[in-house]
C-alpha cells in the first residue's frame, strides 16, 4: 500500500525558513514523479512543485520561484521542500502527493499534510 507522511510545519517568521519532508512507502521514488501542494480554506489546492522519477524535470510554480526547492533522497525514499523567505500568503496546510501529473496539478495518492504559518 502506498503511503505518504509529511512532517517539517510550524510557525515562521515573515523571511524565515522551513524544510519540510515526504516519506514514501509502498513504492520507490525513482519510479514515481512526486509534488508538493498547498491548500487554504475556502481555495483549491494549488501545485507548489513537482519533481520527475529521473529529476530531470522540475515544476515550480511561479509564486514560488527563487524561494523554494524541492529534491529528493532515493536511498530514504523521502522528498523534501525547502521554502527560504517565506511570506503570510505562503500560509496553508502543505500536502505531498503521488504520482503527480506533468502539469503538477494532480495527485493520485495524498498525504496528511502539515500545517506552515508564516506570521510575526
Known amino acids: 500500500q502506498f503511503h505518504l507522511v509529511e512532517s517539517g510545519g510550524g510557525l515562521v517568521q515573515p523571511g524565515g525558513s522551513l524544510k519540510l519532508s515526504c516519506a514514501a512507502s509502498g513504492i520507490m521514488l525513482d519510479y514515481i514523479a512526486i509534488g508538493w501542494f498547498r491548500q487554504v480554506p475556502g481555495e483549491e489546492r494549488e501545485g507548489v512543485s513537482c519533481i520527475s522519477r529521473d529529476d530531470d524535470d522540475i515544476y515550480y510554480g511561479d509564486f514560488v520561484k527563487g524561494r523554494f526547492t524541492i529534491t529528493k533522497d532515493v536511498a530514504k525514499n523521502t522528498v523534501y521542500l525547502e521554502m527560504n523567505n517565506l511570506r503570510p500568503e505562503d500560509t496553508a496546510v502543505y500536502f505531498c502527493?503521488?504520482?503527480?501529473?506533468?502539469?503538477?496539478?494532480?495527485?493520485?495518492?495524498w498525504g496528511q499534510g502539515t500545517r506552515v504559518t508564516v506570521s510575526s
Open positions: 502527493g503521488a504520482p503527480v501529473n506533468q502539469e503538477c496539478d494532480y495527485a493520485e495518492y
